[in-house]
């Protein structure tokens, strides 16, 4: 209730380059995770001479088990969900101490911010990076929980509006991986174009340029019915789902381009 | 001229899960990173005690230098674009011979594929991820080169539109990082649902779920003008990028949810 709690801000997740645009709290940190449909997931090979992390695309969901009715002011895991014999949930399970290092990065691009010279262009954006320890899920009841929760905020009530919960063998090839987060930060950038008093204060440029932003965001479209199933007009749980994050994606793209850009700069 | 360059298929890029998603065309794979607004750009810290990869949001796109008429089937290296005091470039600088191992990722959502379980749940995508050795661009013709191919990579004919070249202080500020790609791989989903037979042949389940795919596809808004430059037209490059991109992006996402689901099953 009005308390605002942050993730510890250490060398790793400090944000050197335009720090202005920097958050560390956790309720703006678990947003931008839970409105991104696609988390970008990244790990470290078990073999040490690969040099090069994975980043796999996964869905996942921010929650707390413990507390199920934490919102996203607090202290919460990260639920990733995949395939049994997928690589990461392998060195997951072979990691089961510890947990494996895991990364886990979202990023919303809200609008392309064009300014006079290409060196002030800049994208209206919103990005999230977790780090923490991920492990399998092995009791059953969180399992079941955790896979209604990353069903739900992929579409709202669908783990409702379809045939759950799953089955023994549905359960045995599903796994969830819940990681323990440690650290995590944000970085946001609104507003319109900054540029330099080298090129505002210039006629030529200024008379010759269109400045401002071009608003960017994620549109769901017309419901395509395909498949088994045999009801033909499209359900509440989905319309509704469709009219409110076209309704307030647009909405914030919008707003963010025609914001006060607080630093007054571009890149 | 009909010829189809692949990545070569060994066990770092080889998809395991659902391989006849998989695409190890050069094409393919460079078309999904060129049409990404940002970038998923992984590599390890510097510091061996520290297990968590770094994942940043860069703009970037292919191209080359050597051979400016190369198409996407071409081999290319990936530019990504950035400020030179970020962390990235400073271990890119310490890297000079080999280069700094880089993961690139670009993943895109075309749709959210709805079936008659959760657990056959799943999205229409395209991802891409490509591994290669980064290294600072320090010749200034391929510089100046890079720096426009990415500007106009974001809005083609940016570059032409806005006062450029950059001046000595702005090559300064700016650095392009060259990824020499050695190996990637692709995903692709299209088409509708796919549910086990244990579902499609209960009437209870068919007559009460709502089966099919909503389309998702990013959406370039109305631009908002702002900042310093006095044009009030939009100009012909964004009202053109604009049209464009719009048609593409929703013509794709249509297109793939009324695809035939070639694999004929869900995740």
């Known amino acids: 209730m009005g308390r605002t709690l942050v993730y510890p801000k250490v060398e790793k997740n400090t944000v050197h380059r335009k720090s202005d645009r920097a958050s560390y709290d956790l309720h703006t940190i678990h947003s931008i995770i839970n409105t991104t449909p696609v988390l970008h997931v990244s790990f470290n090979s078990s073999d040490p001479a690969d040099p090069f992390p994975t980043i796999l695309p996964m869905i996942g969901?921010?929650?707390?088990?413990e507390h199920p009715s934490a919102d996203l002011n607090d202290p919460m895991d990260c639920?990733?969900?995949g395939y049994v014999s997928s690589g990461i949930m392998k060195q997951a399970r072979s990691n089961p101490e510890k947990g494996l290092p895991i990364t886990v990065a979202a990023t919303k691009v809200d609008g392309i911010v064009l300014s006079l010279t290409p060196n002030s262009h800049s994208y209206n954006y919103r990005s999230a990076v977790l780090f923490g320890y991920g492990s399998l899920v092995e009791d059953i009841e969180e399992k079941i929980w955790a896979m209604k929760l990353v069903t739900n905020s992929v579409v709202p009530g669908r783990w409702e509006n379809s045939r759950s919960p799953p089955d023994g063998a549905e359960m045995a090839s599903t796994t969830i991986l819940k990681v323990k987060i440690v650290n995590g930060s944000g970085k946001i950038r609104i507003g319109g174009p900054g540029d330099e008093k080298k090129d505002t204060e210039r006629e030529d440029v200024v008379e010759s340029v269109w400045t401002g932003v071009v608003p960017i965001y994620?549109?769901?479209?017309?419901?395509v019915r395909g498949g088994a199933g045999r009801v033909e007009k499209v359900p509440e749980h989905i319309t509704s789902f469709r009219g409110e994050v076209n309704e307030t994606n647009e909405e914030y793209a919008r707003t963010a381009a025609?914001?006060?850009?607080?630093?007054?700069?571009?890149?």
Chains 1, 2 share one sequence.
């Not at 025609?258 to 890149?267: D, S």
């Open 61 to 65: 969901t921010m929650g707390s088990y």
């Open 79 to 81: 639920y990733l969900h």
């Open 218 to 223: 994620e549109t769901v479209g017309e419901p």
């Open 258 to 267: 025609a914001a006060i850009n607080p630093a007054g700069k571009g890149y």
